[in-house]
């Protein structure tokens, strides 16, 4: 079973995030609050798709942050993250850091998200 990493999301996005993955992968879907508790999870346990909102609902900290330190943690470095935002110039910023294309909480009900997280869930 795929497993995915949610950080960041208020309970409402995080639940529409499980309902679309729910809808066409099979996948445990686990969710974090901040980026020590992201990171501390990743080290615990390996991760298919880590979805990192821009800015995190809890204390509101830079998701692109988050994204750096994976991607600069030689042990997580090759995990998949990609960005939860509506806008390119985060989504650019994102794939800079070494992201993969993510998309908006405005393209979830939209396929081309489904065939985006395809690659990683399928």
Request: glycine share 6%; charged share 25%; net charge negative.
């Amino acid at each position: 079973m795929k497993r995915v990493l949610d950080v960041g999301n208020c309970g409402l996005d995080h639940g529409n995030i499980s309902s679309l993955i729910g809808r066409h992968f099979t996948a445990d879907i686990f969710s974090a609050d901040s980026a020590d508790q992201a990171l501390a999870l990743l080290r615990k346990q390996a991760f298919d798709l880590v979805l990192v909102n821009r800015k995190l609902d809890r204390d509101y900290s830079d998701g692109l942050d988050i994204i750096r330190q994976i991607k600069a943690d030689e042990a997580l470095a090759a995990t998949p993250v990609m960005l939860l935002s509506n806008y390119a110039q985060y989504q650019d910023e994102a794939i800079e850091a070494g992201a993969e294309p993510g998309f908006g909480k405005s393209q979830l009900h939209q396929p081309e998200t489904v065939e985006t997280l395809r690659r990683f869930l399928a």
